[in-house]
């Protein structure tokens, strides 16, 4: 499930402006623990769409073991 249109949105613009700089910033992704798979790989298929190649999952440690 995405967020609404309006939060997709702003999140859009924000990797638009991201992908712009020179040189490119790295993405730290933080998903919260009940976010679903399809929403953290929906950001970071955005991400890679606007051509942002620095891409990171951090917080994922909680989930070791």
Sequence with gaps: ILPPAEERA?????????????????????????????????????AQRHGLRKLGIVGSEQFAD
């Design 10 to 46: 702003e999140l859009e613009a924000k990797l638009q402006e991201a992908a712009a700089q020179q040189p490119q910033p790295e993405l730290h992704i933080r998903a919260h623990a009940k976010a679903k798979y399809e929403a953290v790989a929906g950001v970071m298929a955005g």
